[in-house]
């Protein structure tokens, strides 16, 4: 059974910056597409940004030049940089990942983001 852990979620000022990481039990070379989705107060769980097995990304417009997603083989991990982090973007945020060979989708179980301000 493939687990999705995040790490890194916490309590930041308006303005400040944190990165998740999503480690993977297993080489997530076979992953395609790995993504961020978030789920705010009240909200419906949305995309923030996705990267695929040819490290091509693309991310919601809300956090675009603010967001960096990334992915490193060698840790089975994912990451997602957020920088000039906003009051909107406080929500639970779950790591995604998609195996190319089955489409079977896998979940973290999310780290929550609370930006003050």
């Known amino acids: 059974q493939v687990q999705l852990v995040e790490s890194g979620g916490g309590l930041v000022q308006a303005g400040g910056s944190l990165t998740l990481s999503c480690e993977v039990s297993?080489?997530?070379?076979?992953?395609?597409?790995m993504g961020w989705y978030r789920q705010g107060p009240g909200k419906q769980r949305e995309l923030v940004a996705i990267i695929t097995s040819s490290s091509m990304t693309n991310s919601a417009d809300s956090v675009k030049g603010r967001f960096t997603i990334s992915r490193d083989t060698t840790k089975n991990t994912v990451s997602l940089q957020m920088n000039s982090l906003k009051p909107e973007d406080t929500a639970v945020y779950y790591c995604?990942?998609?195996?190319?060979?089955?489409?079977?989708?896998?979940w973290g179980q999310g780290t929550q983001v609370t930006v003050s301000g």
């Open positions: 297993r080489n997530i070379f076979s992953f395609d597409p």
């Open positions: 995604n990942a998609v195996d190319g060979r089955n489409q079977r989708v896998y």
